[in-house]
Antibody
């Protein structure tokens, strides 16, 4: 069974850091890009960023709202993806979902979507 | 920045057909994806590449595309289909992902 389990959420003060982990099972982790998506209380889904598989360079992309503060990394040997969140703001309060990303090729570009989701972990930024 | 626009809500009676639209300028050139999210649960992919259905998704879910609008159609709506639905696409270079604001489907 394909499964993603997030961990590391909790209550943190503004300006502090937190690292989320996403442990994958049931598929060849290294073959897939991995994304993070968040959902603030009562709001819609917001893409945070993704990390490509090593076959596609292992590079990362981020939403403008988190660029420079958040970093996504991966350890293919452990089947874990990470989301390092620095300089946290109250507006970062959300449920954070780890997702496996499917890929669609069109011309010279590759496009990502979320084909498997974890159950999410809650991050609350408050003093 | 690129935006996708969805109606905030759609209501339909059981057994009828629900249609949820998503509009965006780049949709003629990009695929769209649809997710279903029930209260307290993680989203689930129900349509990919405009009209493909993942395994395990009921046949009553279908997708279509016309110009700058994509549509999620649920035929013979059941009470269990009541949920929030989100469309998703990407920018032209594939370096960012965008979600629509979501549509709450109410089954009367």
């Amino acid at each position: 069974e394909v499964q993603l389990v997030e961990s590391g959420g909790g209550l943190v003060q503004p300006g502090r850091s937190l690292r989320l982990s996403c442990t994958a099972s049931g598929f060849t982790f290294g073959d897939y890009a991995m994304s993070w998506v968040r959902q603030a209380p009562g709001k819609g889904l917001e893409w945070v960023g993704f990390i490509r598989s090593k076959a596609y360079g292992g590079t990362t992309e981020y939403a403008a709202s988190v660029k420079g503060r958040f970093t996504i990394s991966r350890d293919d040997s452990k089947s874990i993806a990470y989301l390092q969140m620095n300089s946290l703001k109250t507006e970062d309060t959300a449920v954070y979902y780890c997702t496996r990303s499917g890929i669609t090729a069109m011309g010279p570009y590759y496009y990502y979507y979320m084909d498997v989701w974890g159950k999410g972990t809650t991050v609350t930024v408050s003093s | 920045s690129y935006e996708l626009t969805q109606p905030p809500s759609v209501s339909v009676s059981p057994g009828q057909t629900a249609r949820i639209t998503c509009s965006g300028d780049a949709l003629p050139k990009q695929y769209a994806y649809w997710y279903q999210q029930k209260p307290g649960q993680a989203p689930v992919l129900v349509i990919y590449k405009d009209s493909e259905r993942p395994s395990g998704i009921p046949e009553r879910f279908s997708g279509s595309s016309s110009g700058t609008t994509v549509t999620l159609t649920i035929s013979g709506v059941q009470a269990e289909d009541e949920a929030d639905y989100y469309c998703q696409s990407a920018d032209s270079s594939g370096t960012s992902v965008v979600f629509g604001g979501g549509t709450k489907l109410t089954v009367l």
